[in-house]
């Protein structure tokens, strides 16, 4: 079993960065793609940001291109730098791990363990 454990969230002004870290334990995620979603008051969750098991593949939402970095520092922790952040931006983030392959990777369904989220609120 994989527990996730998001950290970083927090509150900020547009324009300013946040840097989000999920932690892994229970089993090495080091074969798995990770990715980050989020889920805004009264909308459906959705994708961020992926990377592939050794960093080499990266993938993300248009809304996010060029102001947020999906990075992993260890075998076990995946952070998202946010720059230029927008109020609609606005969300509890979620780290997810999965041990299938760079297939569909925007898919909630494609990821078998989930964080409990992190809140990140920009003000404009």
């Known amino acids: 079993q994989v527990q996730l454990i998001e950290s970083g969230g927090g509150l900020v002004q547009a324009g300013g960065s946040l840097r989000l870290s999920c932690a892994a334990s229970?089993?090495?995620?080091?074969?798995?793609?990770m990715a980050w979603f989020r889920q805004a008051p009264g909308k459906e969750r959705e994708f961020v940001a992926a990377?592939?098991?050794?960093?080499?593949?990266t993938h993300y939402a248009d809304s996010v291109k060029g102001r947020f970095a999906i990075s992993r520092d260890s075998a076990n922790t995946v952070n998202l730098q946010m720059n230029s952040l927008k109020p609609d931006d606005t969300a509890v983030y979620y780290c997810?791990?999965?041990?299938?392959?760079?297939?569909?990777?925007?898919?909630?369904?494609?990821?078998?363990?989930w964080g409990q989220g992190t809140q990140v609120t920009v003000s404009s």
């Open positions: 997810a791990a999965d041990r299938r392959s760079w297939e569909q990777v925007t898919a909630t369904l494609q990821y078998a363990y």
């Open positions: 990377i592939s098991w050794n960093g080499g593949s």
């Open positions: 229970g089993r090495t995620v080091s074969t798995y793609r």
